[in-house]
């Protein structure tokens, strides 16, 4: 949008602006379009005007950097160029339905999200509303604007808001929300697909005695050294590995039979007791040992997914009756 009173667009707009406020005296409505540019100009939405053929008449700075370009070379440039192929079709058909009608009533559409591609070929995700000016005569002809609302931070904050509320703060595994909506889905897949769904439930062995003796603080590495020993060992990308509940673990292995199940669970199991805890000034010698649980739902085995987890706890009771480190199979 230009600084001045008259707008720089093609052919004959500042007379458009005169006809839009005939009714004012010349020193106000100077006044007034200088005001309407200046917050146009400075507003924190982009802000651009576009004709019925969606030629890109106007616009005020911060649309220009968002569709990444020079006011300049936006003129006269179809804005459709600037819009992701996933919504371009559907704003060409509003536009061209508009435009065919006779009476030009009222557009009004969005805010809705689209994509839009800078000269760059980078992406801006923003809200976008489209309203025609309203009131135009026939000579100021069919004008629209469009708001743009930049969305990137909102988004980036939003999916670092979803992550917090997927994950566990301590070890970074998959939280116990996150547990419970994948173990729905998986079951559900299960059912459906008639394919296995394994559940290993990993409890560390005396724990409440590591903290006795070494501390709360060394307690939480622990269990951080023994998260990423478990994350280490999913075998595909669609297993998951969760905090259970304070020294407990849960994993997920969807298209997995018992047999395989107890394969993962082994090699957790070695290699946990394993672990040196050295590093955080443990003695050398130190161990940990943990026991395990592992549940398998195939052929209707169980009759829901929390059945499912009961077996798998309860295999994990026997592992910890019987002695601890060691790993036991739902009957
Ligand atoms: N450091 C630390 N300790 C935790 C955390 N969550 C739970 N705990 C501790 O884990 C211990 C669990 O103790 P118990 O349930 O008695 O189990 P255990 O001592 O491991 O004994 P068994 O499971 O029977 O082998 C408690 O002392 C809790 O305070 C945590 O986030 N950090």
Redesign the pocket.
């Known amino acids: 949008m230009p600084d001045s009173t008259s707008i720089e667009t093609k052919n004959g707009q500042s007379k458009k602006q005169h006809l839009l406020f005939k009714t004012l005296s010349k020193p106000i409505y100077d006044q007034s379009i200088t005001s309407i540019v200046n917050m146009i100009n400075f507003i924190a939405e982009g802000i651009f005007v576009i004709n019925q053929e969606g030629v890109i008449e106007a616009l005020n700075p911060l649309a220009a950097k968002f569709f990444g370009d020079s006011k300049e070379n936006l003129i006269g440039q179809k804005w459709f160029s600037h819009l992701h192929d996933g919504c371009r079709e559907d704003y060409e058909y509003i536009l061209s339905n508009w435009s065919k009608t006779e009476s030009k009533g009222n557009l009004n559409y969005g805010p809705k999200e689209v994509l839009i591609t800078r000269t760059d070929g980078t992406w801006l995700e923003a809200d976008l509303s489209l309203s025609s000016l309203a009131g135009l005569s026939a000579e100021t002809g069919n004008l629209i604007v469009g708001v743009l609302h930049n969305l990137t931070e909102h988004k980036k904050e939003y999916s670092e808001l979803r992550r917090q509320a997927y994950t566990d703060h ?1 070890t970074g595994l998959s939280n116990r929300y996150a547990l419970d909506k994948k173990l729905q889905s998986n079951w559900q897949e299960s059912v459906r697909d008639n394919q296995p769904l394994s559940l290993i439930i990993i ?7 590591f ?1 006795d003796e070494f501390g ?1 603080v060394n ?2 590495k622990c ?1 951080q050294k023994i998260a990423k020993v478990i994350e280490d060992y999913l075998p595909t990308r669609e297993c998951i590995a969760a905090r259970y509940g ?2 407990e673990f849960a994993v997920i292995l969807p298209r997995c039979d018992i047999h395989n199940a107890s394969g993962i669970a082994g090699l957790i199991q070695q290699k946990i007791s394993s672990l040196s805890f050295a590093d955080i000034g443990l003695p050398a010698s130190f161990r940990v040992t943990v ?1 395990q649980g592992i549940a398998c739902e195939q052929d209707g085995k169980h009759q829901t997914s929390e059945a499912l987890i009961c077996a798998a706890d309860a295999a994990l009771y026997t592992s ?1 009756a019987e002695g ?1 480190n060691r790993i036991s199979k739902a009957s």
């Open positions: 301590l409890d560390v062995d005396y724990f409440k005695c903290n709360h307690g939480d269990l304070g020294e026991s910890k601890r």
